[in-house]
């Protein structure tokens, strides 16, 4: 993307209420040849997170420009150097990279600084040497979820007694303030449970893909059909074509439970809707 385009769409955002952005990936952000100056504009004028693989972390400046984030959670998915190492291949020290956290923890204590760790087949079995780690390391949080296969059926199913005994051991390390965060309820909710009928969550949130295109939601994201507007257009031209979207033909999806919370708010006379 081009960077004045950027600037120009989220001038326009902030005028009509934008307060918050992620940034994230489906490739490495830290890797944008402008991304420096395009974090500068974003962390002078909203709150922000980021979601990276920490494999520029050890440059001053990335450090530098992403110091003040709400927060930042980094792609691991290992607890250990050999799985990290054949899991992203290779292409940085498992060491190298946690030192580097702790030092962004260590410059940024009001920061949360979560480890990802995307379950699959190659890794559940560290499921608690990933709970060691990021305590070991400053990180607040380890938040663990499926690996994802898109329209398809969990690629977990026949691992799954076997993650959900190791969650319960996980959760005795729990020390302090720490958090662990796990996908127990989402097996079912995403690859088993029908939709709701209408998606008023992607009313709140746009995502902007590297192209410059603008989706609704992330697992929309890059479908030729989803596409609701790009950065070239006006902030208020994208919003004005904005509806709520129908789930039908809609991936697996983890906003159920807030669809079906909305749907019952707008019954026309839902009870005890202002004990919600």
């Not at 081009?2 to 952000?29: M, S, Y």
């Not at 893909?209 to 609701?228: L, M």
């Amino acid at each position: 993307m081009d960077k004045k385009a950027i600037f120009k769409f989220l001038l326009q955002a902030k005028e009509r209420g934008l307060k918050a952005i992620e940034v994230t990936g489906g490739g490495e952000p830290t890797l944008h040849p402008d991304f420096v100056e395009i974090m500068a504009f974003i962390k002078e004028r909203f709150e922000f997170s980021l979601v990276t693989n920490g494999s520029l972390l050890h440059r001053d400046d990335i450090q530098n420009i992403v110091s003040g984030a709400k927060w930042i959670r980094i792609s691991i998915d290992a607890g250990s150097a050999a799985t990290y190492e054949k899991i992203h291949r290779g292409y940085l020290n498992f060491s190298e990279l946690l030192n580097n956290l702790k030092r962004l923890k260590k410059n940024n204590p009001e920061t949360i600084l979560g480890y990802s760790f995307v379950v699959c087949k190659n890794n559940y079995h560290e499921i608690l040497d990933g709970v060691r780690r990021a305590q070991e390391y400053g990180f607040d949080n380890i938040r663990f979820s499926s690996i994802y296969t898109y329209r398809n059926k969990s690629a977990l199913g026949e691992y799954e007694d076997e993650i959900q005994t190791r969650f319960d051991l996980a959760l005795k390390e729990i020390k302090d303030s720490f958090d662990v965060f796990v996908f127990r309820d989402r097996i079912s909710e995403i690859y088993h449970q029908a939709h709701s009928p209408r998606c008023w969550y992607s009313l709140l949130v746009m995502v902007i893909a590297a192209s410059g295109k603008i989706f609704p939601c992330c697992t929309r994201k890059n479908e030729p059909n989803s596409e609701i507007g790009n950065i070239s257009m006006s902030y208020d031209d994208v919003y004005a074509h904005r509806k709520v979207v129908s789930t039908k033909g809609c991936p697996p999806c983890w906003m159920k439970t807030k669809n079906d919370a909305a749907d019952y708010m707008l019954l026309k006379n839902p009870m005890h809707v202002n004990f919600i």
